[in-house]
């Protein structure tokens, strides 16, 4: 079955770095389009960072110059490398993409989410 798995949440001090992973799991699977958003307590999802398959990217303000999303197509996986950690970064990071099946027959585009990790930023 097809399905996305997040790692690399934690806890970290400010001015620390992680690094998030999405790994697409399942049969014929490959990723077009990654996203990863974060939603904090008491506030609104926020788009974080994009990547297309052609390595296009796009960030949010509040991450430009600190984090960076890449992606590994031979392991069919993304990330999120995030430095200077802020204590404003504090949020459940969930991983968005659209992964295409190939069926043989046809090929299906769905989107999926993982299940989500928790970066908390704290001294």
């Known amino acids: 079955q097809v399905h996305l798995v997040e790692s690399g949440g934690g806890l970290v001090q400010p001015g620390g770095s992680l690094r998030l992973s999405c790994a697409a799991a399942?049969?014929?699977?490959?990723?077009?389009?990654m996203r990863w958003y974060r939603q904090a307590p008491g506030k609104q999802r926020e788009l974080v960072a994009e990547?297309?398959?052609?390595?296009?990217?796009n960030y949010a303000d509040s991450v430009k110059g600190r984090f960076t999303i890449s992606r590994d197509d031979a392991k069919n996986t993304g990330y999120l490398q995030m430095n200077s950690l802020r204590p404003e970064d504090t949020a459940v990071y969930l991983c968005?993409?659209?992964?295409?099946?190939?069926?043989?027959?046809?090929?299906?585009?769905?989107?999926?989410w993982g299940q989500g990790t928790q970066v908390t930023v704290s001294s």
């Open positions: 399942g049969s014929g699977v490959s990723i077009d389009k």
């Open positions: 990547i297309s398959r052609g390595d296009l990217t």
């Open positions: 968005n993409a659209q992964l295409d099946v190939d069926y043989t027959d046809y090929v299906s585009t769905s989107d999926y």
